[in-house]
């Protein structure tokens, strides 16, 4: 079984910009793709952005694209997020994700989580 840990959360202002960093340990991390959720207080945990397990393809919700940008290395078995231009709405607990399903945005077809990342942006 694959174990996730994130890191690079923190508070920072509108406009401004923070890498998140997802490091995988255990099991081979290459079969995996990899996804990205956030869940703010009193709401659903929600998707941001995949990643196959070769890196080649990516899907993002509407609200990051052009924004946030995915990226993996699976010689460091760590996954990325780059968020740019942070807004007020981004404000939530960053969670990484494994699943073998292809391509998914769904969160009950991740089997395997980390234990999220607070992000905060002030306006």
């Known amino acids: 079984q694959v174990q996730l840990v994130e890191s690079g959360g923190g508070l920072v202002q509108t406009g401004d910009s923070l890498r998140l960093s997802c490091a995988a340990s255990?099991?081979?991390?290459?079969?995996?793709?990899m996804g990205w959720f956030r869940q703010a207080p009193g709401k659903e945990r929600d998707f941001v952005a995949t990643i196959s397990w070769s890196g080649v393809s990516t899907e993002y919700a509407d609200s990051v694209k052009g924004r946030f940008t995915v990226s993996r290395d699976n010689t460091k078995n760590t996954v990325y997020l780059q968020m740019n231009r942070l807004k007020p709405d981004d404000t939530a607990v960053y969670y990484c994700a494994a699943t073998r399903v292809r391509g998914s945005s769904w969160p009950s077809q991740y089997n395997v989580w980390g234990q999220g990342t607070q992000v905060t942006v002030s306006s």
């Open positions: 255990g099991r081979t991390f290459s079969g995996y793709d």
